[in-house]
């Protein structure tokens, strides 16, 4: 068995309406149901350009047969979930038209750009920019 990629993440929320806004304003992700059997008022995936469902953002109790998890807030024993971007300027640009806090570092040594910021519940997203470093 070989793992070849990070297939998604599952984010259990409170706030699911919350949760998918900033996916979507934020990172620009597009908001999708789960596959049949899986309830849509409950479940909602976030989807990048290429059509991968990259978060899968589920209300509390939500998967049937799951152990559910208690909603809480930031990131657990995951410290933070790393995206590879483009376009650093314009992601500065619209996290400032949202509000959204953020805090940005930069690893020359390997021609990196990074931005953190957080989702509603806390989960902390790094966006990584390679393309055009700084």
Known sequence: MTVKALDHINIQTADLAATVRFFADALDLTEGDPPPGLDPARIRWMFDAAGRALFHLTAVGALDGVAAVAAGQGSGAVHHVALDCSDHAAMLAR??????????????????????????NGVLIELNFREGFR
């Open 95 to 120: 996290l400032a038209t949202l509000g959204l806090a953020h805090r940005c570092n930069d690893v020359p040594s390997i021609g990196l750009a990074q931005i953190f910021v957080s989702d509603p």
